[in-house]
């Protein structure tokens, strides 16, 4: 069982006028078990949350604290955080030429299992996660991310996800740019890892189509860089009626 | 003879064109004729096949080839007095690569000709392997035949002091097709002149390079591809990185298109890796054409710095910065190194630009 506690977090940004803050204070809570959906409109700081728990050099923390079962995420390098448990599936998973999927899954399992796969099981391993995501097979011998289409590249997150085995996942929006195929292939992969690892979910997401997939434990809405309203599953049927709108003015 | 070329000798001075980027008080009096050469061949073969032989000519026997104006490369055709010169036998299919070594211990200066004659049809792989420390200038010569289909591979593998100035030189007939590889990660100051001339149609030239400067290091590629034939094609593709404040390079892709040249196909592209702010990579492609009847004619030049959202997605799956920089490193020289087809080597040159990448971490 593990917890990831947010507390007080302040984030800003360096900006060509100076720092500007994004974060305004966060407070939340993740178990592992429990899905906690983050609905909030554009530009509200979601990606920031997600970006500043995973330690993306470009957000600085102004105050506040985030804890892995009382450990100072904070005070990790990005890779530390990985192997404390964290992952986070990107909104916009980055290129990276010239290293083939193969390697880069090789590598980052390695790095956070602390000791290499055996080849045999590995290839196994490798090979039924893909299947089981619809992804072909060539796909590992293609360089990261490099020309993927949307879906492909959500599917990738997922497959890292489902190979490195954390106890907290944060996705960012693994919903856009899925049709209804893709959307379903891609929820069922989250839903295989929370039951198989019991893993605590943070789902940011802008639409509640997702929800229909990866039913939520609990729902916060995020508006102005904090936490606005939560609630439970209900919360997002509301929204879904009367979107943003109320939160944003208020 | 000798003395009638000495008094058309010009000394670079540094401002002409062709010296502007090159550093002349490092190149060890290889440009001065003040500073005399030794005449010796310090290239030996390793294994050769059947239907290569390698023997060492008078070099009056065997004038030189192609047409040059560069002085160092004059002063090597006056200065070597013996040649040497691999023969591969028309149809041979040589499966082997034929492997030349070059391990210089001393550094007074020397001069080095080579000539390579690919027959009609034949196919070879050639490697030379320069290490040590010299300092020599090298004119190689190829000339292949219709048909021919060579595979060349230049390893500068230098260590720190080594001075190096070379022309490798490919007069490509009908059909054949010419793809070179030079990869230069040692040496102080390393300046080589892949060029190409073509005979005749159908003919192709695909010249690679990887190069990895470091702190103290001056390394310099003048491409030049000269398309006076018709239905020639040429490719030039090559990749650098600079780690150190006073690392430098140069690339220079100067593809001319002659009126002649119609249906010629060419496309060249040099990529920098800044990893360090002091580091300066010079890029200059040059594309000059005379006739509009062609099928393609492109170039692209881009000098970048390291990407940091790389390392943050690669260390974000758990994998330690050091590690994250070498994956992305090796990523971007995969393109080339994968293309050599031989494990061996590829193996070595990637841990050498680890190596490389790790002394300035460290
Ligand atoms: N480098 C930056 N400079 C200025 N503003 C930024 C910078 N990065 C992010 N922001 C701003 O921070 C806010 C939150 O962005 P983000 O976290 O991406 O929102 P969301 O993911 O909810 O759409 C936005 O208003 C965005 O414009
Ligand atoms: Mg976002």
Redesign the pocket.
């Given at each position: 069982m593990s917890t990831l506690e947010i507390k007080g977090l302040h984030v800003s940004?360096?900006?060509e006028e100076g720092a500007?803050e994004?974060l305004r204070g966060v407070d939340l809570t993740i178990n592992s078990g429990e899905t906690h959906a983050i609905m909030?409109?554009?530009?509200?700081?979601?990606?920031?949350?997600a970006y500043s728990i995973a330690g993306h050099p470009?957000y600085t923390i102004t105050s506040g604290s985030v804890t892995l079962d009382g450990a100072d995420v904070l005070d990790m390098t990005v890779d530390e955080r990985a192997k404390a448990g964290l992952f986070l599936a990107m909104?916009y998973p980055v290129e990276v030429p010239g290293v083939s999927v193969s390697n880069f899954l090789r590598t980052a399992v390695t790095a956070i299992r602390g000791e290499a796969p055996k080849v045999r099981t590995w290839v196994g391993e490798v090979k039924e996660a893909m299947s089981q995501l619809s992804m072909d097979p060539a796909f590992s011998e293609r360089n990261v991310n490099e020309g993927f289409s949307g879906g492909e590249k959500k599917r990738h997150e997922i497959l890292q996800m489902e190979l490195l085995k954390p106890k907290i996942a944060i996705l960012?929006?693994t919903d856009s740019g899925l049709d209804v195929d893709a959307l379903r292939i891609v929820s069922e992969g989250v839903n295989r890892v929370k039951t198989n690892q019991d893993l605590g979910i943070m789902l940011?997401t802008h639409y509640t189509r997702i929800l229909r997939y990866i039913k939520p434990d609990f729902v916060h809405v995020?508006a102005g860089g904090r936490i606005v309203e939560e609630g439970g599953p209900e919360l997002a049927t509301k929204l879904e009626e009367n979107g943003y709108a109320e939160y944003v003015t208020a | 003879m000798a003395l009638a070329t000495l008094t058309n000798y010009m000394t670079p001075t540094g401002r002409e064109e062709p010296w502007r980027f090159t550093p002349l008080n490092r190149l060890a009096g290889l440009h001065d004729p003040q500073v005399s050469l030794r005449d010796r061949i310090s290239l030996e073969p390793l294994d050769i096949p059947v239907g290569v032989s390698v023997t060492i000519e008078d070099a009056e026997a065997f004038p030189s080839l192609s047409e040059t104006s560069d002085q160092i490369v004059i002063r090597v055709r006056e200065g070597a007095s013996k040649l040497l010169l691999l023969t591969i036998e028309s149809n041979a299919e040589i499966r082997e690569p034929i492997f030349l070594k070059r391990e210089v211990l001393d550094l007074s200066p020397e001069v080095s000709r080579v000539q390579i004659n690919a027959g009609a049809n034949s196919h070879a792989i050639i490697v030379i392997e320069n290490s040590g420390e010299g300092v020599f200038a090298e004119e190689i010569e190829f000339n292949l035949a219709s048909g021919a289909n060579i595979k060349f591979i230049t390893l500068q593998e230098w260590s720190s002091r080594a001075v190096h100035v070379a022309r490798h030189h490919a007069i490509v007939a009908r059909d054949a097709s010419f793809t070179s590889f030079v990869i230069t990660v040692g040496g102080s100051l390393v300046r080589i002149l892949p060029t190409v001339e073509y005979t005749g149609p159908g003919s192709t030239a695909e010249l690679f390079g990887l190069y990895f400067a470091t702190d103290g290091q001056h390394l310099e590629h003048r491409v030049h591809i000269d398309h006076d034939v018709p239905g020639a094609k040429s490719r030039v593709n090559y990749k650098g990185a600079l780690n150190g404040d006073s690392a430098r390079t140069v690339w220079i892709g100067d593809v001319f298109i002659k009126a002649a040249a119609q249906g010629t196909d060419t496309y060249e592209l040099n990529r920098n890796l800044l990893l360090s702010h002091g580091a300066r990579a010079d890029s200059v492609p040059n594309l000059e054409i005379e006739t509009g009847d062609i099928v393609g004619a492109g170039h692209a030049s881009t000098t970048g710095r390291f990407d940091d959202e790389q390392l943050f997605y690669l260390m974000s799956r758990g994998i330690p910065a050091e590690q994250a920089r070498r994956l992305v490193i090796r990523g971007f020289f995969s393109e080339i190194v994968s293309k050599l087809n031989l494990e061996s080597i590829e193996v070595r040159i990637m841990e050498r630009i680890d190596n490389e990448l790790a002394e300035v971490i460290a």
């Open positions: 940004v360096v900006t500007k994004i909030g409109p554009n530009g509200s700081g979601k990606s920031t949350l470009k909104q960012d929006e940011i995020f | -």
